[in-house]
T-cell receptor
Framework: QKEVEQDPGPLSVPEGAIVSLNCTYS??????FMWYRQYSRKGPELLMY????GNKEDGRFTAQVDKSSKYISLFIRDSQPSDSATYLC???????????FGQGTRLTINP | KAGVTQTPRYLIKTRGQQVTLSCSPI?????VSWYQQTPGQGLQFLFE???????NKGNFPGRFSGRQFSNSRSEMNVSTLELGDSALYLC????????????FGPGTRLTVL
């Protein structure tokens, strides 16, 4: 079983829709939770970084962490064609630099 | 502030050869981590160097090695290349603290024929 599970999609939605992306993880030692966005032929770029359960909002993006169920989510409001990319969840243990990634979800926003 | 740079961007090698990839971190960052990205396995951690010392290591064979120089630049070496080593190799730099963001470079696309 992988430490982080993420549905690879692909996911295709119309412009303006609310997008929900999700991951589950297996080890309660993971304390830090991230979402990265990766455009084709580019390296991943950090979107959201959270340390605890609850919600964190940044513009059209909201990251949600539920440590009790080991479930993390990313919501994108008013989705734009420029949001089309692969979204990767990642988790980290305290004191470690080893990011453990989900498989990535390929998202397409159709104009 | 310049971002993470990786050279070369693309590389084609044949089985059995060896290859060296280079990563220059963001100025002031002392930690460099290397990751392998493939369609089948996704992004997997190779190793991390901090102040010229390997601090963390993933589950890759000994053919994969690295080093870090006093200016924090890092190199990754793969010896006796196999077809399965074809991948995008990404490096990420950070200050070295767990709570600090890891910034990724554009990657080196390695193709093994």
């Amino acid at each position: 079983q992988k430490e982080v599970e993420q549905d690879p999609g692909p996911l295709s939605v119309p412009e303006g829709a609310i997008v929900s992306l999700n991951c589950t993880y297996s080890n309660s030692a993971f304390q830090y939770f991230m979402w990265y966005r990766q455009y084709s032929r580019k390296g991943p770029e950090l979107l959201m970084y959270t340390y605890s359960s609850g919600n964190k909002e940044d513009g059209r993006f909201t990251a949600q962490v539920d440590k009790s169920s080991k479930y993390i989510s990313l919501f994108i409001r008013d989705s734009q064609p420029s949001d089309s990319a692969t979204y990767l969840c990642a988790v980290l243990k305290e004191g470690a630099q080893k990011l453990v990634f989900g498989q990535g979800t390929r998202l397409t926003i159709n104009p | 502030k310049a971002g993470v740079t990786q050279t070369p961007r693309y590389l084609i090698k044949t089985r059995g050869q060896q290859v060296t990839l280079s990563c220059s971190p963001i100025s002031g960052h002392r930690s460099v981590s290397w990751y392998q990205q493939t369609p089948g396995q996704g992004l997997q951690f190779l190793f991390e160097y901090f102040s010229e010392t390997q601090r963390n290591k993933g589950n890759f064979p000994g053919r994969f090695s690295g080093r870090q120089f006093s200016n924090s630049r890092s190199e990754m070496n793969v010896s006796t290349l196999e077809l399965g080593d074809s991948a995008l190799y990404l490096c990420a730099s950070s200050s070295g603290s767990t709570t600090d963001t890891q910034y990724f470079g554009p990657g080196t696309r390695l193709t093994v024929l």
